[in-house]
Structures are given as structure tokens and as C-alpha cells.
């Protein structure tokens, strides 16, 4: 009988790393190790997401953090385990991280050539009700003479080296992608304890009749994200208006929009004149996977999110991002 065929090529993120280094042959292999502290904060984070509800770590740890969000056990844990992994790696020099109102210098990496933003636990506040969460991370690459110091790594996401997300959902799915570079999702497999390359060079559908935001906003939006929004809920070409698709968790949102298409929002408004998403740690991280994928990624003012410069490292913008089709027609309503 015919042996199972079993596909014994297996590319893990291990392997996919190496690989990618031997590409550059002047890489010093910093940023292979960096991207391993990583891996391993993902998986560590994805741990103990897993055992949140069995071991009680859900609830308030009874502190609260930069926004004032009354701060879960696992936010407290997933941060502390990623400052932890970043200084520990000796190739991280500064941190920026949701959690942390202030940068966090590692003076013991004082010569470190890379400086990373992540945001541990973004949509954490879905966590007791089982929805997705995540970690995203940009990681920025330190001009010499660097100090330690904010301006370090207040630039625009166009000048990202990597970026990417972990949604901790059915399993853990990480995608990844360099400045200029395609973008790979890995799947853990927990069985191994492996980031398993699945979705090989991810593109966006061109355009899809996804639309994702949160519509209870919609009071504060201007005339032209209101006449925007409005357009999807007609009749379209094919006579059908657009699908809404929120869940509220922004990895979660980006994920589906990644792999389906259509497009996802977080609009300024008069509530929140400057949005609600952080730009070093949310909007370019995810900016560099959809247009890395084939997409788009633009502020309230549709200015390209890449090019927008952070004043302060917890600076926020509203953003629209996904299809690249899709995000033609948000400009088509802010001529
Ligand atoms: P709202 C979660 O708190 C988060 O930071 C993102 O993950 C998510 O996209 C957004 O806020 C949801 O905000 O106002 O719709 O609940």
C-alpha cells in the first residue's frame, strides 16, 4: 500500500531565518538572534494565553497602564516576559512598548544596532471573552551615534527592517515580512514547538466587499468617512452591498483582512481627533504587511502611514488599510 506521503521538507522559522541571512552576506547575524528572542516571546506569550482561563490568570492584576486601560494579569506577564527576552537577546538596544509609558534603554546593550516597538497584548481586552489577541512588533534598525534616546526611534515605518503580528487564536499564526521583502505567515506547532512556514508569501485580494469598523463610532465621523461608509451599504456592481466584519481585537481584523481582503478602519473622529491606534506599535507595523502584501495604508488625511513620523513613541493616527482597490475608494472620498 502506498506509504503515507509525508511532507518531511518542513521550513521552519529557524531554518527560514538562516536562510534569509546567508542572502546577505554582510549580516553580522544580530538581527537572526533578535528575530529568535522574538519567536521566543511568541511562543511564551502563546503559552500562557492557553493556560489563562485554566490557571486563573485572567482578571485585573489591579494596576493600570500608559492609556489608563485597567491592565490584565496577562498584559503585566506578556510585557515583563518581552523586555525580559529583548535584553536578554544583547541585540536589542531600546524598547518601546504599550505598556511602558517611558523607552526603555538596556544600557547593557548600549552597542545593540536594533530598536523595537511592540505592543504585547493588543486587543487584550477581549481576552476574558476567548477572543483573539495579539502581539504586534516593528523592528527599526539604529543610525550610528544613536543614544538611546526617543528620537532614536521616532521615524517613519517606511524605515522598519521587519514588522509583523502574532494572532494567538485556534493556534499561533505569525506573520512576517522585511523592508521590501514578501510577507510569510508561520503556524506553531506546539507539538514541536515550531513556527511552521504555512502561508508562504502572503498577497491581499485585490478587492473585496469587507468592511471592518466599528460602527458605534459612526455619531463622531466626519461627512466624508460618514459618506464613505455609506457608499459600501448600497447596491454595488454585482447588486450587493458590502459584508460588516468586526471582531475588536486589531490583529484578528488584520488577519481576516490579509487573507480575504476588503478593508479595515480606525477612523480619527471628534472623539478621538487623533485616533485611537498607536502609530509605532500598531499602524506602521501592520502599514508594512499590507503594503508588503500587495495593499495600501493611509492616515485620516490619506497621507501614505509609512511616511508619517510619531512626535512622542505613544502618538496615535487613524488609519485605513487592506485591498489596495479598496483603499482607492476611502481617497475617492477625501479629494
Ligand atoms: P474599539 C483593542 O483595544 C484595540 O487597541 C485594537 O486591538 C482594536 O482594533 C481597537 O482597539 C478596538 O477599539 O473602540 O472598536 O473597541
Known amino acids: 500500500n502506498e506509504t503515507e506521503k509525508v511532507n518531511t521538507n518542513i521550513i521552519t522559522l529557524t531554518r527560514f531565518l538562516t536562510e534569509e541571512q546567508t542572502k546577505h552576506k554582510e549580516a553580522s547575524g544580530d538581527f537572526t538572534l533578535l528575530c529568535h528572542a522574538l519567536q521566543f516571546s511568541f511562543k511564551s506569550i502563546a503559552y500562557y494565553i492557553r493556560r489563562a482561563t485554566l490557571v486563573n490568570l485572567t482578571g485585573l492584576a489591579g494596576s493600570s497602564n500608559t492609556t489608563g486601560d485597567e491592565q490584565k494579569k496577562l498584559d503585566v506577564i506578556s510585557n515583563d516576559l518581552f523586555i525580559e527576552a529583548m535584553r536578554s ?15 526603555i534603554f538596556f544600557k547593557e546593550n548600549a552597542q545593540a544596532r536594533y530598536a523595537v516597538a511592540c505592543d504585547p497584548i493588543d486587543g487584550s481586552s477581549n481576552l476574558d471573552a476567548g477572543v483573539s489577541v495579539g502581539t504586534i512588533f516593528g523592528i527599526h534598525k539604529l543610525a550610528d551615534g544613536s543614544t538611546g534616546k526617543a528620537e532614536d526611534i521616532l521615524k517613519p515605518g517606511s524605515e522598519l527592517v521587519a514588522a509583523g503580528f502574532t494572532m494567538y ?19 506553531l506547532d506546539n507539538g514541536i514547538g515550531e513556527f511552521i512556514l504555512t502561508h508562504p508569501n502572503m498577497r491581499i485580494p485585490r478587492t473585496r466587499q469587507i468592511y471592518s469598523v466599528n ?17 459600501l451599504k448600497q447596491p454595488q456592481e454585482n447588486g450587493k452591498p458590502y459584508s460588516a466584519r468586526y471582531i475588536g481585537s486589531m490583529v484578528a481584523d488584520a488577519y481576516r483582512t490579509l487573507l480575504y481582503g476588503g478593508i479595515f478602519a480606525y477612523p480619527a473622529d471628534k472623539k478621538s481627533p487623533k485616533g485611537k491606534l498607536r ?48 483603499v482607492e475608494k476611502v481617497k475617492a472620498f477625501h479629494k
Open 89 to 103: 537577546s544583547g541585540k536589542c538596544a531600546l524598547l518601546v512598548s504599550e505598556e511602558e509609558e517611558n523607552i
Open 169 to 187: 487564536g485556534a493556534s499561533a499564526q505569525l506573520v512576517i515580512t522585511q523592508k521590501g521583502g514578501t510577507v510569510n505567515g508561520f503556524t
Open 215 to 231: 460602527e458605534g463610532n459612526s455619531l463622531y465621523w466626519d461627512d466624508r468617512v460618514k459618506g464613505y461608509f455609506e457608499s
Open 279 to 326: 502609530i509605532l506599535y500598531e499602524c506602521a507595523p501592520m502599514a508594512m504587511v499590507f503594503e508588503n502584501a500587495g495593499g495600501q495604508a493611509v492616515d485620516s488625511n490619506m497621507k501614505r502611514m509609512l511616511d508619517v513620523v510619531p512626535e512622542h513613541i505613544h502618538d496615535k493616527a487613524g488609519i485605513f488599510m487592506g485591498s489596495y482597490d479598496e
